[in-house]
């Protein structure tokens, strides 16, 4: 009897033990990564929103108090080289397109492409086909190792951290430091917020039609002024971006003009629907069981494995029972959870039920471009 506590004892722990270090080492790689074949759509809304509209076969003028409903669809390309069965690299889109809801006018778009890092969300190069494109036939292109969209584009890594990130803006065309500011529930989910102010900064310099300006001039030489406060809701384990709100600021500026003195392009909050919010919560929570198994689960096992190991070793020394059967236990318990676990995992690879040989290029690559 007293062999077989001793045996039972040992090769539970050693079971316990193993198991996670297979989950952690093996599983944790394996599992914890961006997927491959995202397909996603989010809506976006804003009231009583200032923007310039470009009506059909007219001049572009300035309304007020608008409706705007923006739509994003971010889907994987599968047929993108970088793309490899339990590779390290993903490559997404995402097509973005604004409207105003009384006359379905387009008021912008951008289609974009973009290789992430599958674990810590960060774009990597080099990345051939990268791109982003806001008018039609003017598509900006990567060269060589050129990283041309760095930073954290689409979500944060997994086990986001309570610090500053670098969060790509796709109208500055660069990465800006993001603050963390606090913890919070939603949809009952715990989450991280995170914030940044971007001042009004200097774009770029171009003519447009004197009219749209308020001046009598055919043509008027401007300045494009940009600033937004952004507040992201990330669950911190999977690293999604739950909800989105931006209130967006642009003008036109003459040389005599100050902030606030121009015609604006873009005044007013967007901000992600409750039903989209509901939607990324949703898809958090099936994910948040499976990363339980391969995160927290391993700690779990580590400390009750070593604790029954511990005992069994304590009991063998006291009693002298198992001396043989006591090892072999430890043994027999360690490669049949290496086995399992081993098993278990590959079984449930997202990227083995995948057809990476036979895709071709998705078509929303001129998804509302003028």
Known sequence: MRTAVVAALL???AFAVAAGLVLQLHSY?????LQHDIDTVSVSEGEGVTAVVYPPGGMPEVRHNLRLTATTHVEGDLAAPEIKENGD????????IVKEDSGKLVLSAEVRKICLDRRTGEAVAPCRGEFY??????????EGRQLLQPGLNFVFPFDTEQRDHRWYDTVLKRPVDIHFAGEQLLQGLDVYRFAHTIPQTALDRFAVPGSLVGRPEPSVDVTQYYGVTRTLLVEPTTGAVLSVREDIRQELRTDTQDEGEGTPVFAGELRLTNAS??????????????????TTLPTVLWVSGAVLVAIGLVLLLVWRRGLVAGPLALVIGACLAGAITYGVT???DPDDSLDLKNVVSSSNVDYGLR
């Open 11 to 13: 090769g539970l722990g």
């Open 346 to 348: 590959n079984a449930s």
């Open 277 to 294: 919010v509901a939607a990324n919560a949703d898809q958090v929570k099936a994910n948040l069981p499976k990363l339980f198994v391969i």
């Open 89 to 96: 690299v993903t490559v997404w889109k995402r097509a973005t």
């Open 29 to 33: 790689p394996l599992l914890a990564k």
């Open 133 to 142: 494109e806001t008018e039609r036939g003017k598509r900006v292109t990567a």
